[in-house]
């Protein structure tokens, strides 16, 4: 069973960066499509990035330039790095998982395995 665990939320300024981490364990992360998701309150949950089985990586308009997903195989863990945060990007963000490692439409459907999600807040 494939579990995720995301860690790194908190509480920022605009302007200011996080690093989200969501380890993984139960298969090889390799093998795997990831993403990071988030939902703010009485909103539906959005796709911010996902990476493909060899490292293609793909971004939603609001966070290109800003956001940045990367993996690292070796310790199953996936990470988002977040820069130049805004108000906007408040939210609970969720790692997800699914072993179709081909890009599909980033939504949460085309994703199998999630995590509890970590609390990003960003003040003006």
């Known amino acids: 069973q494939v579990q995720l665990v995301e860690s790194g939320g908190g509480s920022v300024q605009a302007g200011g960066s996080l690093r989200l981490s969501c380890a993984a364990s139960?298969?090889?992360?390799?093998?795997?499509?990831m993403g990071w998701f988030r939902q703010a309150p009485g909103k539906e949950r959005e796709g911010v990035a996902d990476i493909d089985d060899v490292g293609t990586t793909r971004y939603a308009e609001s966070v290109k330039g800003r956001f940045t997903i990367s993996k690292d195989n070796a310790k199953n863990t996936l990470y988002l790095e977040m820069n130049s945060l805004k108000p906007e990007d408040t939210a609970m963000y969720y790692c997800?998982?699914?072993?179709?490692?081909?890009?599909?439409?980033?939504?949460?459907?085309?994703?199998?395995?999630w995590g509890q999600g970590t609390q990003v807040t960003v003040s003006a």
């Open positions: 997800a998982a699914d072993q179709r490692w081909w890009f599909l439409p980033l939504t949460p459907s085309n994703f199998r395995f």
């Open positions: 139960g298969y090889t992360a390799s093998r795997y499509r």
